[in-house]
């Protein structure tokens, strides 16, 4: 059962852009910190970014720095992922995914998680 609501994907053009939310449904996420995770088919799940429980020092995959921006914000118990200049290898299925503490870059690490949304970069 998914702790969180997913919504924002879809088709964009190379160079697009696209932002994709994930709200927490059922708990505060006040003590969790945050990830963001793709997985293109045939391919293993793979971290893209995550942040702190306080919101500062994000970290990205090189694939997306410079492109992507994470965010959160507790009061509202959301999540977003902003990409930018978006291109063909990035599409995949995104999702969110949050632990109890310090933040973390491996999937296996992360207890909660969204039900996944497409995003798809094609002209």
């Known amino acids: 059962q998914s702790q969180f609501v997913e919504s924002g994907g879809g088709l964009v053009q190379p160079g697009g852009s696209l932002r994709i939310s994930c709200a927490a449904s059922?708990?505060?996420?006040?003590?969790?910190?945050i990830g963001w995770f793709r997985q293109a088919p045939g391919k293993e799940r793979e971290g893209v970014s995550c942040?702190?429980?306080?919101?500062?020092?994000?970290t990205y995959d090189d694939s997306v720095k410079g492109r992507f921006t994470i965010s959160r914000d507790n009061t509202v118990k959301t999540m977003w992922l902003q990409m930018k200049n978006l291109k063909p290898e990035d599409t995949a299925v995104y999702y969110c995914?949050?632990?109890?503490?310090?933040?973390?870059?491996?999937?296996?690490?992360?207890?909660?998680w969204g039900q996944g949304t497409q995003v798809t970069v094609s002209s």
């Open positions: 995914a949050a632990r109890y503490g310090s933040r973390a870059y491996s999937a296996g690490d992360y207890e909660y």
């Open positions: 942040i702190n429980v306080k919101g500062d020092s994000p």
């Open positions: 059922g708990f505060s996420l006040d003590h969790f910190s």
